[in-house]
């Protein structure tokens, strides 16, 4: 089955289907990155 | 293993085989073949590309690592979510625009045909032979802890990989690649609840971990900046980041996955979702190993992992010498056993002097420990000159078999045969198109039809499945398996990556620069592996790096080679 039409942005390109648009999925991303990063390091502080 | 673990093992793989031959019935052309029609949704393509970077090898060895080494394996992979976002931005879109079967096929429209020859060759090569890795890496710890004979295992995982890759093509490896995910997650997670409970009762959840903190097994973090550092904070995030974007960018096992997907949209979902939980994945497969080596301090250990060389030793001359070191590390492991319940006690009791004083024992016992397990080592390489002594490949594995519950032994080799067969598979379909594509199609067959391309994309996968048998019967003495696989990509992923970057991103640039350029790249990451010591994650540096720089400069007014770009770069 494929997907419906989606909405596209005024470049042209398809919305995600969360967030407003895809750089703000990109940012998700990138966020959750640094945000295990600092969680690592503070279990590592913390159980070293 | 008893019959419910056999049970177990055989529904789970007669289900992957007959599934994959089921999904991929339909394939009348190469779309259909190659590209699974273009049908997959987003968490097809994601659970498909996790689990062909999730060979068995990440299951068997990590947990290991995690054991001698620490968590901080981790950082490795900090590159990977940023490459998912670089990706989904530019790679996506415009190989979906091109309508390519291949990310080489880009390679041509861009530059020339030489240049995407060049890049599917480096592939071909470097694939052909991790693939036979995939396959050997769980055969030869299966092989050893078991029993089974190495030759029969390489052929049996071979072989169930080649029927449902060679019927089904890409919808067989997708569809398989979902539930093989699946399997896997469910084995790691029992793994873990299993570990946990296996802690003596006086020990609580929180007490292990910081006994694995004490003993410097979760270390996941490190911003000490060393070239010869293997896995640190800046490694992992820069050589990590080179390393991901050239193998989820230019590297078709991984390129054909999402190139599967419906849309531009569900196969960048895919690769963002594989960015977002990849991370924490390998967090949790880490911290397995570290929650073994805290059960470990609890229970008598061997001193050597591998039993076949542990038995080679006790039938040789030196096997007096291995027992007084057996005798020895048992000692140790028990001295070290009551400084912990000291240290715990002391916890307990907030007595921090005394909690410093145990810790510093312990600390002490455990180099005593490590020493005595490097001089059984040294025993183990007299005895068989062939060996490398290095049992980290067989620390999880002992440890599933010997304290794991029956059925669960089961779904844990379940999930090794899973993950091997997942990334097998998905090799093996990128070597076949690879090989049909941009090699028999673009020089010998260029006018054949799709039924007659389909026929022959299905002989490739066999006879690469075959070759793949073939090597993983020679391949030995690799140290870490997972750190042997790493480091044979990154001996060519820099400079495929070079080759792309400039693609997409320098339009001054023509195919013959690129082609000499790649070549002074490849042999620049040659000459570090051959000649410094420099970790095998800056290879992607150097070798990407040394690609655009010497691509660039051949194209400099006096040095120009090749046409300039065609108007395709995003």
Known sequence: MREPERPTTPEGEEQPPIGRSWRVLYAIVIGNLALLILLFYAFTRAFS | MRSYDWLVLVASLLFIVVYGVWKGRRNRDLDGYILGDRSMRWYTVAFSIMATQASAITFISTPGQAYVDGMRFVQFYFGLPLAMVVLSITAVPLYRRLKVYTAYEYLEHRFDVKVRSLAAILFLVQRGLACGLTIYAPAVVLSVLLGWNLH???????????????????????????????????????????????????????????????????????????????????????????????????DQSQVGRYLSGQSVTQSRLGLLFNGMVKVPMQFVILFVGAMVFVVHQFH??????????????????????????????????????????????????????????????????????????????????????????????????????????????????????????????????????????????????????????????????????????????????????????????????????????????????????????????????????VATDISFLWYNVVGCLGTIACAIMFSLPGGRRGRPARSVTS
Request: net charge neutral.
């Open chain 2, 152 to 250: 029969v295992t390489n052929l049996v995982i071979g072989a169930l990989v080649i029927v449902y890759t060679a019927a089904g093509g890409t919808k067989a490896v997708s569809h398989t690649n979902f539930w093989q995910m699946v399997i896997i997650l469910g084995g790691l997670l029992t793994t873990l609840a299993i570990a946990v409970a296996l802690l003596p009762e006086s020990v609580s959840f929180t007490e292990a971990v910081h006994v694995a903190g004490r003993m410097g097994r979760l270390n996941a973090i490190d911003f000490s900046f060393d070239w010869n550092n293997r896995y640190n904070f800046w490694s992992g995030i820069i050589g990590g980041f080179f390393l991901a974007l050239s193998y989820f960018g230019t």
């Open chain 2, 300 to 529: 008598e250990t061997p001193i050597h992992f591998n039993p076949v060389e542990t038995r080679r030793v006790e039938a040789s001359l030196l096997a007096g010498e291995f027992r007084v070191l057996q005798a020895e590390h048992d000692a140790l492991t028990e001295a070290k056993r009551a400084e912990i319940e000291a240290l715990l006690e002391a916890r307990r009791a907030g007595d921090r002097a005394a909690e410093a004083s145990a810790a510093t024992s312990i600390d002490s016992i455990h180099a005593q420990v490590l020493d005595v397990r490097l001089q059984a080592r040294d025993i183990v390489r007299q005895v068989n000159p062939g060996s490398d002594g290095n049992d980290v490949n067989y620390i999880f594995l002992s440890f599933v078999l010997a304290s794991l519950p029956v059925g669960v032994i089961g779904l844990v080799l379940a999930m090794i045969f899973a993950a091997s067969m997942s990334s097998t598979a998905s090799e093996l379909n990128a070597l076949a198109s690879t090989t049909i594509v941009d090699i028999y199609r673009r020089f010998w067959k260029r006018a054949r039809s799709d039924q007659h391309l389909v026929v022959v994309s299905k002989l490739a996968t066999v006879i690469w499945g075959a070759l793949a048998i073939l090597f993983a019967e020679y391949a030995n003495r690799l140290g870490s398996l997972v750190e042997a696989v790493n480091i044979l990509g990154s001996l060519f992923y820099g400079t495929i990556l070079g080759i792309f970057l400039l693609a997409f991103y320098v339009k001054r640039v023509g195919g013959t620069a690129v082609f000499l350029g790649a070549l002074a790249g490849e042999i620049a990451v040659v000459f570090c592996f």
